[in-house]
């Protein structure tokens, strides 16, 4: 076997730039005309909440490390300084970007089709009258403005909230002349207001909230002038810290964490276009902040809230057309599904097929009188679950409920924190993992008494127990009761409620202890096979590519004449395409209508071709501080699914494929040949062939 030389930095791209080019493939989306008009609104707002996270947690650590002096450096080889550099001048390319397009195209042509949002200057006498009583009604109550002076100092602003920076003439009751306010918009109030409808022309007419205030603010401040007003918004860090070491009871640690989450430094601030040089000036003081921090934009300061509209706006003749999830022929008969988990294993593929038959498998399992116990991880799954009812049903029922709680799922926390003290009132046990490590597996244990004993029922999926997000990102899930999977999943359960050394497991790869280890020999067994001159192939689809140690095990086996195509949705760090590195790697992301969400591994391994699927991407996070499982797919039937539909359509795709250079640029050609698009494709073969039917949960 080669030995590579220590990592080349020229080998790996920045996972912060690669961040940032996946989120122009995003706002590429809003861009495309193909698209529906109200969607292409929705990737645009998508795009902005991307980015709001993206300088909530990764521009925060940038800072932090520049704020130490950090010369430590990744496997790309750029200081902090030179990535924090590139990575804001590309950010405020991107804004402008996006605030061109929704400025010159998105909104004037949504008022084309009678979707308008009428601005201060649009009004009509009818909508000024209308937009006052609004306001002393539905607003000002809810108003606090705060004059700056030395008895007032400057407020603690929330994180993303909408504020405005107010400039004032004259004296107030008691002889102040600060000249300067703050006015911050309750987050209980809408940022889009609809006008009824006898007010305009068109019944999806809206207001924002900030034209509203804008207008009105002068009665906040009796007897003054106000001389300018002006929208801002600031981004704080968000990432929590908790000392694992230290803490006696993580979730305490973590309830006293959460709150100041809102109030963490600041990392971007953003103004409106037309704000003074003083007056930003002044904001980026108080937020101890530098001009490179400081973003102005050409309309409101938060496009996210934008969201809303298409699902308040009755206008299918602008969105995607709708489609109703399938239901595999071995469940359409909805008998009981442990005698169909019995006969074989069954495979679902989310969102085309739906979630129903797992919420079913938990239903049927509380109601069971044969069913003893469950054990289930949940590390996303929504407030007001469903399946959590169940959970909480089964423990009032007197079976043994077991759930394992992930705290620390990012801006999770909260509603995770609220399951966990339900099923506790109860009597589930709620165990919160292993300190250190986050359990990202997912995983459902049904032990059920039969005639021959004890049998296990087991659900192992790539996604979340997440009903709302099911029906938006591309999952496998697996039904079985494999008695040596059934094991496997008993054994990782006892590992995260109890103590004692990791036993061998049989089918399933986990992390931290076996999945890199067992990803590399797979890797390296392709590279054996090709230099055996033995047909040798690695597909790989996942979200994030990041591992030094994967990548360059990747890159020997491209040397050795492996031929490797991977479908990255988002970070990748591994270079495609270099002469005598990585010529015979290919790497492409499919960004849709869906969000690709499954993890799948295929190796050609002398023509057993293994298949895998997991929680995992190839992240060092994922291979050693996380717990994960990668699971195999043993049916030959369900295998060469997995590959007709989680891999084959991916990649011939010619419509939605993003194809990557060695630069870490991506490119999408219009294309000539028959139209090819996966999510399409995949949609019209597997949701119900009977529209009425009624398969979301």
């Known amino acids: 076997m080669m030995n590579l030389s220590p990592p080349i930095e020229s080998n790996f791209l920045n996972r912060e730039l690669s961040l940032l080019a996946f989120n122009r493939r995003v706002l590429a989306q809003a861009a495309d005309h193909r698209i529906p008009l109200l969607e292409r609104l929705r990737f645009l707002c998508i795009f902005s909440s991307n980015l ?67 601005r201060r200057n649009q009004w ?4 000024r009258q209308w ?26 602003v929330l994180n993303k909230s909408l504020n405005f920076a107010v400039e004032l003439v004259g004296t107030d009751a008691f002889g102040r002349n600060s000249g300067t306010a703050i006015v911050q918009a309750p987050r209980a109030l809408p940022r889009v207001i609809r006008f009824p409808p006898y007010l305009c022309s068109t019944n999806d007419s809206f207001v924002f909230l900030s034209s509203i205030v804008h207008q009105h603010v002068g009665e906040l401040f009796s007897g003054m002038e106000v001389l300018g007003c002006y929208q801002f918004r600031v981004t704080r ?19 006293g964490e959460l709150p100041q989450r809102h109030f963490g430094d600041a990392v971007r601030l953003e103004v409106v276009d ?137 801006f999770d926390e909260e509603a995770n924190l609220s399951i966990a003290s339900r099923l506790e009132e109860v009597g589930v046990h709620v165990v919160y993992g292993v300190v250190g490590f986050k359990t990202h597996a997912k995983m459902l244990m049904i032990l059920r008494r039969e005639e021959q004993g004890y049998r296990r029922y087991i659900h192992l999926g790539t996604g979340n127990y997440h009903p709302r997000t099911t029906r938006i990102y591309t999952d496998f899930g697996l039904l079985t009761c494999n008695p ?78 492996v031929t490797i195509d991977l479908i990255v949705r988002g970070v990748c760090s591994l270079r495609p395409g270099v002469k005598g590195l990585s010529e015979n790697i290919r790497v492409r992301s499919v960004i849709g209508r869906l969000l690709e969400h499954h993890r799948i591994f295929y190796f050609h391994a002398q023509g057993a071709q293994h298949i895998y699927l997991s929680s995992a991407d190839w992240m060092e996070r994922n291979f050693f501080r996380r717990i994960e499982v990668s699971f195999p797919v043993l049916d030959p039937k369900l295998k060469r699914r997995v590959f007709k539909e989680g891999l084959q359509p991916y990649l011939t795709d010619n419509t939605q494929a993003w194809k990557m250079n060695a630069q870490g640029d991506y490119f999408i050609k219009p294309t000539k040949r028959t139209r090819i698009c996966a999510q399409e494709r995949l949609l019209s073969t597997l949701q119900a062939s009977h529209p009425s039917m009624d398969c979301n949960p």
């Open 237 to 255: 860090n968000s990432d929590l810290f908790v000392d694992e070491e230290e803490v006696k009871n993580l979730r305490l640690a973590l309830q």
């Open 52 to 118: 709001d996270e993206f300088f909530e947690i990764r521009v925060a650590s940038i800072r932090a490390k520049i704020k130490l002096d950090s010369q430590v450096t990744e496997a790309d080889g750029l200081l902090p300084q030179e990535v924090f550099r590139r990575l804001t001048s590309q950010a405020h390319a991107l804004i402008a970007e996006q605030y061109a397009l929704l400025n010159d195209e998105i909104l004037p042509a949504l008022q084309k089709e009678g979707i308008a949002f009428i």
């Open 484 to 561: 040596e999977i059934g094991d496997d999943v008993n054994e990782v359960f006892k590992q995260l409620t109890g103590l004692g050394k990791a036993n061998e497991l049989k089918h399933l790869w986990q992390a931290p202890f076996s999945l890199h280890a067992n990803m590399l020999a797979a890797i390296r067994g392709e590279t054996a096979a090709a230099r055996d001159h033995q047909p040798a192939r690695i597909i790989a689809k996942m979200n994030s590519l990041l591992a030094p140690e994967i990548i360059e095990a990747l890159y020997e086996a491209s040397q050795a004449g």
């Open 131 to 156: 937009i006052q009583q609004f306001f002393r009604s539905e607003v000002m109550p809810l108003l606090t403005p705060i004059g700056l002076d030395p008895s007032h100092p400057f407020p603690r």
């Open 274 to 410: 037309n704000c003074p040089e003083s007056m930003t000036d002044f904001l980026l003081h108080q937020f101890e902040l530098d001009h490179s921090d400081l973003y102005r934009v050409p309309g409101i300061v938060n496009p996210v809230r934008l969201m809303s509209v298409p699902d308040e706006v009755n206008r299918p003749d602008l969105k995607y057309p709708s489609f109703q999830p399938g239901i595999p022929k071995t469940l359409a008969k909805r008998v009981d599904i442990f005698s169909n988990i019995r006969k074989q294993d069954i495979l679902l593929h989310h969102p085309y097929q739906s979630f129903l038959p797992v919420i079913t498998l938990l239903q049927q399992a509380a109601d069971d009188p044969q069913v003893v116990a469950i054990k289930m991880t949940v590390y996303r799954t929504g407030t007001n679950s469903v399946l959590m009812e169940h959970l909480l049903r089964a423990a009032q029922k007197g079976k043994e409920v077991t759930v394992v709680v992930e705290l620390m799922a990012r």
């Open 124 to 127: 009509t006498e009818a909508q």
